[in-house]
């Protein structure tokens, strides 16, 4: 039986490698050159901390690097997802679909938003949201869908173009295509496009944890779209003379550090997926796993390394080699994701009633072993050698129960 996640027992153990790393790339003399250079500039009194000059360069180069008209530059992916959603200025009984294998933090900003979430079951193999339920679930209130690129397995946006297409909106047209790319900046579509470039409008998080970070928060929009662009701006930094707004802008020495770490992204993402096709091969031959796909060029960034266990031990098996990896070998793990509506009270009470089966059985077989390009080749062998043997000791403890 899937189990909910608040039942999934707290790891304690004293781990030699933790449920996974407090941030996603790594910085290097570059990124701390920026800075001091930013606050010594900054420390004039004439000069301050006005950000603008920095963010319009970090934008300016994310839009190259996305092959996009505009990016816009937000505190955190978070805020920027709301916004996005803020323009659409959905009424009650708008529809937003979105799998509901996910991160928390989309499915909160549709019901914050005014929008009726819609949750559809993920793709068997990448995980990502299914275009075939999908389009069992286009309706007539549909005015977007809202697809992520999970644990970094870039989507392929075309099926979901196509059946924004033909099922329009009786006002608005054709519904959105909303990506969220917070786990895959950097990576490539399967038309070999940069991910940020298809679309109405994809949202990146620069969040510690994430393939590039901005101090620990940020996030950016891309999209080819000016309206949308142009209120973004407005939303941003209140409302500029005539409009509703917030302050949601980012820092200086963000958008500084962003430039650099920018640069060298296609760099930690290499250094990423090599490590992550390494650890496939090592574990290949291990019967009761299933290894994250291994998709080419880019397409996959692994910002987690996922694995399932056998149907048989979903659930109950699950936790149970989750905690012999942490007590008996100190390698953390996590569940990343559960179905959000079992993991949240909010979203829980706004999906009343609806069911993802498939999601449900995925979760509960889901677990992700810690995983960095940082980590040593030694260690990285250590973990692949724990992950082994606690397999082959919950097969021992289930083949004897």
Not at 28 to 47: G, I, M, N, P, Q
Request: aromatic share 6%; proline share 6%; charged share 20%.
């Amino acid at each position: 039986m899937p189990t909910n996640p608040d039942t999934v027992p707290s790891i304690t153990a004293d781990l030699r490698w933790p449920v996974e790393p407090a941030q996603g790339g790594w910085y290097t003399d570059a990124e701390h050159e920026a800075v001091r250079e930013v606050l010594d500039e900054s420390d004039d009194w004439r000069t301050g901390w006005k950000a603008l000059p920095y963010t319009d360069a970090f934008e300016g180069a994310f839009a190259e690097h996305t092959g996009v008209g505009h990016a816009v530059a937000f505190n955190s992916g978070g805020t920027a997802m709301e916004m996005v959603l803020r323009y659409l200025q959905l009424a009650p009984g708008d529809e937003v679909i979105s799998c509901a294998l996910n991160f928390v933090g989309p499915h909160i900003a549709v019901t914050g938003q005014g929008g009726h979430l819609v949750l559809a079951e993920p793709d068997p193999v990448t995980l990502s949201l299914d275009p075939a339920d999908t389009e069992r679930l286009m309706s007539q209130r549909t005015r977007a869908i809202l697809l992520t690129h999970w644990n970094g397995a870039v989507a392929d946006l075309r099926p979901f173009l196509d059946l924004a297409t033909a099922h329009p909106h009786p006002v608005h047209g054709p519904p959105v295509v909303i990506v969220d790319a917070a786990r895959a900046c950097g990576g490539r579509t399967a038309t070999g496009a940069r991910v940020g470039g298809e679309g109405w409008a994809t949202v990146f998080s620069f969040e510690s944890k994430k393939l590039m970070t901005t101090f620990g928060q940020g996030g950016m929009v891309t999209t080819n779209d000016p309206a949308l662009a142009e209120r973004l701006r407005w939303l941003r930094a209140y409302g500029g003379r005539d409009h509703w707004g917030t302050n949601q802008m980012m820092s200086k020495v963000q958008a500084a550090v962003g430039l650099v770490q920018l640069a060298r992204l296609d760099e930690m993402n290499t250094a990423r997926i090599a490590r992550a096709h390494l650890r496939t091969r090592a574990l290949a031959d291990i019967e009761e796993l299933t290894l994250p796909p291994t998709l080419d060029d880019g397409q996959h960034l692994y910002y987690r390394h996922n694995l399932l266990v056998p149907e048989t031990w979903a659930g109950r098996g699950r936790d149970e080699l989750m905690n012999v990896l942490a007590t008996r070998y100190g390698v953390g793990s996590i569940i990343n994701d559960p179905v959000t509506y079992l993991g949240h009270g909010l979203i829980r009470e706004h999906t009343h009633g609806q069911h993802c089966p498939r999601a449900e059985q995925l979760a509960a077989r889901l677990l992700c072993p810690v995983l960095h390009p940082r980590i040593s080749a030694d260690e990285e062998a250590a973990i692949c050698d724990a992950i082994r043997q606690a397999t082959a000791d919950v097969a021992r403890t289930r083949a004897t129960d």
